[in-house]
């Protein structure tokens, strides 16, 4: 079962779809929110690779993080969190809008939800995640995909099921650079053959 510290590390996750939402309704234009993600995706780079060097910093993730991150995180690997301000930066500055935005749904809740199912429900495993946790992050993925009418259904639903796919095949990758990255490039090829 997960943990209750588990669960706010997935609650935190899902605070990411802040970025997808600025985009939409807040940054809206392509080169200044992707000056604004790349400056701040600089400032979690900074903070994550001086954290285990810094009193300061060491103290501040001590005090509120350290609990909810993974074993590679605590040996001073770069958190989720500064995974996806850097897979942002890169859908953001690279893909077309329609397409980074639900790229980056999909990371925030598909992989919340899968991690969530896999980890309460899952019996059949797949490396390190489980069949039952994929099923639940591309079911939600494909609502998302269904209620998201700015590209075609057989588009985004590509993205959906590629973007989890790559979630649970067990490549050496974090899941939130992975997610959105192969969502976007899929979705991407499928716009240009239509």
Request: proline share 4%; aromatic share 14%.
């Amino acid at each position: 079962m997960i943990s209750l510290y588990q669960y706010y590390r997935k609650a935190t996750h899902i605070f990411s779809l802040i970025i997808p939402i600025s985009y939409c309704y807040f940054i809206t234009d392509k080169n200044s929110a992707s000056i604004v993600i790349a400056l701040l995706t600089l400032i979690f780079i900074f903070f994550d690779s001086q954290r285990l060097k810094l009193n300061f910093i060491r103290r501040f993730f001590a005090l509120f993080f350290n609990k909810m991150l993974k074993d590679h995180e605590l040996k001073g690997k770069f958190t989720g969190a500064t995974w996806v301000m850097i897979s942002s930066t890169v859908v953001i500055a690279i893909f077309p809008k329609n397409i980074a935005v639900i790229s980056l749904v999909f990371m925030s809740i598909g992989d919340t939800v899968a991690g969530l199912f896999g980890k309460n429900y899952g019996r059949i495993k797949i490396g390190r995640k489980t069949l039952e946790g994929f099923l639940a992050g591309l079911s939600t993925c494909l609502i998302i995909a269904y209620l998201y009418k700015p590209l075609p259904l057989q588009v985004t639903a590509s993205g959906a099921f590629f973007g989890m796919l790559i979630e649970t095949l067990p490549f050496p990758f974090d899941d939130n650079l992975k997610i959105p990255i192969i969502s976007s490039l899929t979705m991407s090829v499928l716009m240009g053959l239509n």
